[in-house]
C-alpha cells in the first residue's frame, strides 16, 4: 500500500513507522519533514493552507492526524477543521479515491458523563471548544465520503500518554498531583497502541465502522493512577483535594467495538505503560 500521513508528528511518526515495517510506502506531510526518520518519505506542507502537494495517485489510505499550535479555538480550527477540509480537498484535485481516510479525533467529544459507561452509540455532546471543533471536523469527513467507494473512519482518542508524554509522572514528581476527592474517571491510551491502532483499523480486511474509541481496557479512577505511579517512584501519596473541572469529563469509554476488530494492546492498562516509561522504554518522535 501507499500510505499519505497527513500531520506527521509523534503518533504519525509512530504509524508510519509500523507501515513502513510491514512493507509498505509511506509519506509523510509536516512543516518540519527533516525530522523524519528515513522510513517515511517527508515532503514540506502546512495543512492549515489550501496549496497541498501533489498526492501520489496511487494512495491506498490516509492518515489525519494533525495537533494545534495552541489551546484556543482559532488554532484547533485551523488545525482540524481547515486541515481536513484542505486534505480533502487535494483529493478531490488530483483525483485520488483512497480505499480508507482515517481521521485523529478525541473522546472530547463526549463531554462529561458523570462517571457514566459511554461507546460510539453515546450521542456526542462536547463541553468545550475542543470537542466541538473536532465533531464538526469528524462530520465533515463522514458527509464528503458518504455514498463513495471510500470508507471514511474517525478514531476518538483517550489522552495520549507515552515517551515523553509525563504530564501525571511531572505532577507527582513535583508534588503538584492532587486526588480529588470524588472518584474522577480517565481514559487514555499509550502512544504505540494508539500507532497500531491506526494501523490496524487501514490494513484489517473487513471494512471498518466509521467511528471508534481508542482507549485501553481501564478507564481508571484518577486516584488509582497517581497512587500507582507515588508507588513506583517510591514517593508520599498526593494529597486529596478538589480539581475543579475535570480534565476530559468524568466518564468510562468502553473499547469493545475496537477490540472487536481483533485488535490488542501492548499496555492494556496505565500500570504496564506507565512502568514502561518510568523504565525508559521508547522515545517521543521529535
Not at 108 to 123: F, L, R
Not at 126 to 147: H, I, N, Q, T, Y
Not at 279 to 284: D, E, F, S
Request: charged residues 25%; aromatic residues 6%; glycine residues 12%.
Amino acid at each position: 500500500m501507499t500510505i499519505l500521513l497527513a500531520g506527521c508528528g509523534d503518533l504519525g511518526t509512530e504509524a508510519g513507522l509500523r507501515f513502513a515495517a510491514a512493507g509498505h510506502r509511506v509519506v509523510g506531510w509536516r512543516r518540519s519533514p527533516d525530522k523524519l526518520p528515513a522510513e517515511i518519505e517527508g515532503i514540506a506542507t502546512d495543512l492549515s493552507t489550501a496549496e497541498l502537494p501533489r498526492i501520489p495517485a496511487d494512495t491506498t489510505a490516509v492518515v489525519i492526524a494533525v495537533a494545534a499550535d495552541a489551546s484556543t479555538e482559532e488554532a484547533y480550527r485551523s488545525a482540524y477543521v481547515d486541515g481536513v477540509v484542505h486534505v480533502l480537498d487535494a483529493l478531490e484535485r488530483d483525483h485520488v479515491a483512497p480505499e480508507r481516510v482515517l481521521f485523529v479525533s478525541s473522546t472530547a467529544v463526549y463531554g462529561d458523563a458523570g462517571g457514566g459507561w459511554i461507546d460510539e452509540s453515546t450521542p456526542p455532546e462536547p463541553a468545550g471548544f475542543s470537542g466541538r471543533v473536532m465533531l464538526e471536523a469528524e462530520e465533515l469527513l463522514l458527509k464528503r465520503f458518504d455514498g463513495t467507494e471510500t470508507s471514511p473512519v474517525v478514531l476518538r482518542l483517550g489522552g495520549i500518554y507515552g515517551p515523553g508524554r509525563t504530564r501525571l509522572i511531572d505532577q507527582v514528581r513535583t508534588g503538584a498531583a492532587i486526588i480529588p476527592a470524588q472518584p474522577r474517571y480517565t481514559n487514555r491510551i499509550h502512544r504505540d497502541d494508539a500507532g497500531g491502532a491506526i494501523v490496524h483499523l487501514l490494513s484489517m480486511p473487513d471494512a471498518p465502522a466509521p467511528v471508534y474509541l481508542g482507549v485501553d481496557n481501564d478507564p481508571a479512577e484518577l486516584g488509582d493512577v497517581l497512587r500507582f505511579l507515588a508507588a513506583e517512584l517510591g514517593l508520599d501519596v498526593p494529597p486529596t483535594g478538589s480539581l475543579g473541572d475535570a480534565r476530559g469529563g468524568n466518564k468510562r469509554c468502553s473499547n469493545a467495538l475496537l477490540r472487536g476488530t481483533g485488535f490488542s494492546y501492548k499496555y492494556p492498562s496505565f500500570r504496564e505503560g506507565y512502568r514502561d516509561i518510568l523504565a525508559g522504554v521508547g522515545v517521543r518522535h521529535p
